[in-house]
């Protein structure tokens, strides 16, 4: 069992940076893959970048490739996505979730796909 706790969501302007946090409770936190999702007013929970357990491996979604990068630390229990570059169809909240995957180099690209979930943080970028 793990609890995700995200914070570090508010408001910016188009082109400003922005960077989440999920810090993650237990002693297994360095056996998960990562995941980061989001949900804009309307619309469905899309997948925006994930990591696996040692953080070796990583992968986007198209719209955020090239302007946020996700990493984590094993040491604090927490994984963070820092947004660049930000655009007002960016605005969301974003989740972070998590799925046992040790040892392995791959990470759900799905929300089915995760097991824990964290509450979300709200991110609004405005034009």
């Known amino acids: 069992q793990v609890q995700l706790v995200e914070s570090g969501g508010g408001l910016v302007q188009a082109g400003g940076s922005l960077r989440v946090s999920c810090a993650a409770s237990?002693?297994?936190?360095?056996?998960?893959?990562m995941g980061w999702f989001r949900q804009a007013p309307g619309k469905e929970r899309e997948f925006v970048s994930a990591?696996?357990?040692?953080?070796?491996?990583?992968g986007y979604a198209d719209s955020v490739k090239g302007r946020f990068t996700i990493s984590r630390d094993n040491a604090k229990n927490t994984v963070y996505l820092q947004m660049n570059s930000l655009k007002p169809e960016d605005t969301a909240v974003y989740y972070c979730?998590?799925?046992?995957?040790?040892?392995?180099?791959?990470?759900?690209?799905?929300?089915?796909?995760?097991?824990?979930w964290g509450q979300g943080t709200q991110v609004t970028v405005s034009s």
């Open positions: 990591i696996n357990w040692s953080g070796g491996s990583t």
């Open positions: 237990g002693r297994t936190f360095s056996s998960y893959a």
């Open positions: 979730a998590a799925k046992r995957a040790y040892y392995s180099r791959s990470y759900p690209t799905d929300a089915p796909g995760y097991d824990y």
